[in-house]
C-alpha cells in the first residue's frame, strides 16, 4: 500500500550515554544553524545556535559542531536522558534581504532514550 | 511574559472548506511566521507577516493567505482545502532585525482534511 510520510532517521540510546545526531546542510551561505528540539503535541523548541563562522559551540549538556568543508553540522548530547526523547531538527538561517532571515528545516531525527 | 498560543488546537474539514487558524505572538514580538508541517517532516515556511503585510513567502499557492492584526496576532487562512493540507499549523513570533535565531513556536494547530 501507499506510504504515508516519510521514515525519520531514528536513534536509540541507552540512558546516561551521549548521543550524536548528524545533519547535513546545502546552502554554503547560511548565516546561523539551529538544533530544534520537538515533542510530540509540541512545537520545535530552540536548543542552541552557531555562527556559520564557528566550529564548536557548547551549551548545557549541548555541543554543536560546525564543518562547512563537508557541510554536515552535529549535537551531541551528553548524559542523555529519557526526557530528551524527541525529534530533533537542524535548521539554517540565511539573511534574505534587510532584516529578513529564511529559516529552512532539514530533516528531522528520532531520538529514543532507553531507561 | 506570555509564551506564542494557538487556536484551536485540533480541526477536522472536509475538501473544499475554507478554515481558519488563529496566533498570538509573545509579548514584544512584532512578527509572525507560519510554517507547515507534514507528518514526519520538518516544518516547511508558508509566510510572515509584519506590520500587518506580507513580509516573506515560501513555495504555497495563493489559496494559502494571512492577516496580522495592530496587536500583532495573526491568521492564516487556507481556501478550497485540499487532502493534503492535513498537516500540523505552527507558528512563530520574533522581533524582526534580529537574527532570526528567536523564533519562538506555538504548540501548533492539527488540521485534518477529509
Known amino acids: 500500500g501507499e506510504s504515508v510520510g516519510l521514515h525519520l532517521p531514528t536513534l536509540s540510546v541507552q540512558e546516561g550515554d551521549n548521543s550524536i545526531i548528524n545533519c547535513a546542510y546545502s546552502?554554503?551561505?547560511?548565516?546561523?544553524f539551529i538544533w530544534y528540539k520537538q515533542e510530540s503535541g509540541k512545537g520545535p523548541q530552540f536548543i542552541i545556535d552557531?555562527?556559520?563562522?564557528?566550529d564548536k559551540r557548547q551549551g548545557q549538556r549541548v555541543t554543536v559542531l560546525l564543518n562547512k568543508t563537508v557541510k554536515h553540522l552535529s549535537l551531541q548530547i551528553a548524559a542523555t536522558q529519557p526526557g530528551d526523547s524527541a525529534v530533533y531538527f537542524c535548521?539554517?538561517?540565511?539573511?534574505?534581504?534587510?532584516?529578513?532571515?529564511?529559516?529552512?528545516f532539514g530533516k528531522g531525527t528520532l531520538l529514543t532514550v532507553n531507561p | 511574559e506570555t509564551g506564542v498560543t494557538q487556536s484551536p488546537t485540533h480541526l477536522i474539514k472536509t475538501r473544499g472548506q475554507q478554515v481558519t487558524l488563529r496566533c498570538s505572538s509573545q509579548?514584544?514580538?512584532?512578527?509572525v511566521s507560519w510554517y507547515q508541517q507534514a507528518l514526519g517532516q520538518g516544518p516547511q515556511f508558508i509566510f510572515q507577516?509584519?506590520?500587518?503585510?506580507?513580509?516573506g513567502r515560501g513555495n504555497f499557492p495563493p489559496r494559502f493567505s494571512g492577516l496580522q492584526f495592530p496587536n500583532y496576532s495573526s491568521e492564516l487562512n487556507v481556501n478550497a482545502l485540499e487532502l493534503d493540507d492535513s498537516a500540523l499549523y505552527l507558528c512563530?513570533?520574533?522581533?524582526?532585525?534580529?537574527?532570526?535565531?528567536?523564533?519562538?513556536f506555538g504548540p501548533g494547530t492539527r488540521l485534518t482534511v477529509l
Open positions: 512563530a513570533s520574533s522581533y524582526l532585525g534580529r537574527p532570526g535565531n528567536e523564533q519562538f
Open positions: 546552502n554554503s551561505a547560511s548565516d546561523y
Open positions: 552557531i555562527r556559520s563562522n564557528m
Open positions: 535548521a539554517e538561517i540565511k539573511n534574505s534581504g534587510g532584516s529578513n532571515y529564511k529559516l529552512t
Open positions: 509579548s514584544g514580538h512584532n512578527t
Open positions: 507577516y509584519y506590520r500587518e503585510e506580507e513580509n
